[in-house]
């Protein structure tokens, strides 16, 4: 059988599938020349992340697909229960990249609460002729210890967030509406562990108490975080998204950055992927990565065995 990786998988994956005997074709096809290629292949499994989108049409003009695959969390870019109730079987690794996410959360956090987004690119261009102004301007850092962290989706992402948290010193607080308490080891490279219980409160208690917010959630109808939410939040809060593009109003996010609501914002997904609106780009009090919460080697590897993992007992 036939397996397309139509955005790429980790070696670890395509040596798992081969050497149960499936054929693993690593080529990206343009989404417009999809159903050809599947349907000329006879491709029994697609396996896709964030690039590429199965829909109804496509799932209808290929009729040899057994199994798509999503390597990573959310499903937005399938139709997940279209192609189920057609008989095939939709696949995730939902707990693969969850690390991964939560420490690029920590990397913007760490970054922004020290300027070093903006410092990066000012340093370079004028760090031999302004050193003292430089300094001077990002002298006014604040210590993440001590603070508190407010968590909007408290399934495997968030909670991976929090321990990170909870080990920097914060205070943790968080939002689901499935999850009415979560508990949490923090496991030490000693074989030490200790144990966090985290009961969930209301989004408003949330966004009131936090110092800082991270979104772990899915793509919504509706925005999650607009003006009204912003006008919730305390004075000079920050705020991370590393979930979905859209869960996010934008507009509303420049507006409360320019009013001084927020001090500062983390963003690895937009509305508009892969062409963020240049006032985002451009403001210097967001600090901004390209989609790559799971971009990391431990988890693309994990990604790809959970995935040739669940083929191989499904097909093999």
Do not use: W
Not at 45 to 59: D, F, K, M, N, P
Not at 195 to 202: C, L, Q, R, Y
């Amino acid at each position: 059988m036939k397996v397309l990786a139509n955005d790429g998988i980790a070696t670890s994956g395509v040596v798992a599938l081969e050497n149960a005997g499936f054929e693993v074709i690593l080529k990206t096809v343009a989404q417009e020349q999809l159903a050809e290629f599947i349907n000329k292949n006879e491709v029994a499994v697609l396996l896709v992340r964030s690039a590429t989108t199965v829909r109804e049409a496509l799932i209808d003009a290929c009729p040899s697909l057994k199994i798509i695959g999503r390597g990573g969390v959310g499903m937005d870019n399938i139709d997940v229960n279209y192609a189920r109730n057609k008989g095939l079987k939709v696949i995730n690794t939902p707990a693969a990249s969850s690390h991964s996410v939560a420490e690029l959360v920590f990397a913007h956090l760490f970054g922004m609460v020290r300027f070093l987004h903006d410092s990066n690119q000012n340093m370079p261009l004028e760090g031999d002729s302004k050193f003292k102004e430089l300094k001077k301007a990002y002298a006014k850092g604040i210590e993440l210890k001590g603070k508190t962290l407010g968590i909007l989706g408290f399934g495997r992402i968030g909670q991976a967030t929090a321990k990170i948290g909870l080990g920097v010193g914060m205070k943790v607080v968080a939002f689901d509406p499935f999850i009415d308490s979560a508990n949490l080891q923090l496991d030490f490279f000693d074989g030490q562990h200790v144990n966090f219980t985290i009961d969930t409160t209301s989004k408003e208690d949330v966004l009131a108490q936090a110092d800082f917010i991270s979104l772990h959630v899915p793509a919504q109808k509706e925005y999650v975080i607009g003006a009204k939410e912003f006008a919730i939040m305390k004075q000079g809060a920050g705020i991370v998204n590393a979930a979905r593009g859209g869960v996010i109003d934008e507009i509303a996010l420049i507006a409360a950055i320019e009013e001084g609501k927020i001090s500062n914002a983390a963003l690895d997904v937009f509305e508009n992927e892969p062409s963020p609106e240049i006032q985002l780009l451009m403001n210097k009090n967001i600090s901004l990565t390209p989609h790559i919460g799971a971009a990391t080697q431990e988890a693309q590897n994990r990604i790809g065995e959970e995935l040739a993992t669940q083929i191989i007992e499904i097909l093999a």
